[in-house]
């Protein structure tokens, strides 16, 4: 048991400093994903991997009202803030994995099940000391390949140049597995007019920075 509670870990916050309330009426177990129940190898499933405060699952969500969205992350205040917006909005085609996204892709085991997979501004720890924290490296891509439907696609964006660097170099170590669509850097600028405007994505532009965005497809 403490080997699974280890191998799972997230380091970094899962509560906010101001606290979130669910609007009282929000029943939350019925936004929870039940792998058993709801995921179907026929259906259009796209995961917002890292979702934060869920703005980019409300817009994935909006965009494909025909798939099954799965927000996970583990960060509790982003999940509150989540079920008010399902529930104030009344969106039935969003699921809530409220945990690390490895455990997600352990348990769905069986390969060729996800359409896409959306990885927005994951934290980039700066520190050299803290870069084996970092969620993208090769392991999770080969783990995302085997999990994705063929010419399954994964969008990835982040404002910080050294993991931009470090996620482009597992990009040519996956190179036999993943064709990165946009590989010229006139085409990896965030265009809000396309993408979701998340509070990360906010942050960065507040901070006057031009975030990165990344198309892959499986090969
Ligand atoms: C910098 S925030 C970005 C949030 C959101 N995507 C945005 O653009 O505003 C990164 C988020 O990833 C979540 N996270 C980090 N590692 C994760 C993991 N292994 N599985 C699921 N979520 C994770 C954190 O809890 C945090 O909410």
């Excluded at 392991?139 to 050294?162: C, E, Q, R, W």
Aim: hydrophobic share 35%.
């Amino acid at each position: 048991m403490s080997n699974i509670i280890h191998k799972y870990r997230i380091h970094g916050r899962n509560k906010g400093r101001k606290k979130n309330q669910l609007i009282t009426n929000v029943v939350v177990k019925d936004y929870l994903l039940n792998l058993n129940k709801d995921i179907d190898k026929n259906n259009n499933i796209i995961v917002d991997v890292g979702s934060g405060s869920g703005e980019s699952t409300i817009f994935l969500s909006k965009r494909n009202p025909n798939s099954l969205i799965i927000a996970c992350d583990v960060f509790v205040d982003g999940n509150i803030n989540l079920y008010n917006e399902i529930y104030k909005t009344q969106i039935t085609n969003i699921k809530i994995f409220k945990n690390n996204i490895n455990k997600f892709f352990d348990e769905l085991k069986s390969k060729e099940y996800l359409n896409e997979i959306w990885i927005l501004f994951p934290d980039p720890w700066p520190k050299k000391k803290h870069h084996k924290r970092r969620l993208i490296n090769l392991n999770l891509l080969k783990k995302m390949h085997y999990l994705l439907k063929a010419d399954g696609k994964v969008f990835i964006s982040t404002d910080s140049t050294p993991y931009l660097f470090s996620i482009l170099s597992n990009i040519y170590y996956a190179k036999k597995i993943f064709k990165w669509e946009n590989d010229k850097p006139y085409i990896w600028r965030y265009d809000l007019e396309i993408l979701p405007e998340t509070k990360y994505c906010k942050k960065a532009f507040k901070a006057n920075k031009s975030p990165f965005f990344i198309k892959l497809i499986k090969i």
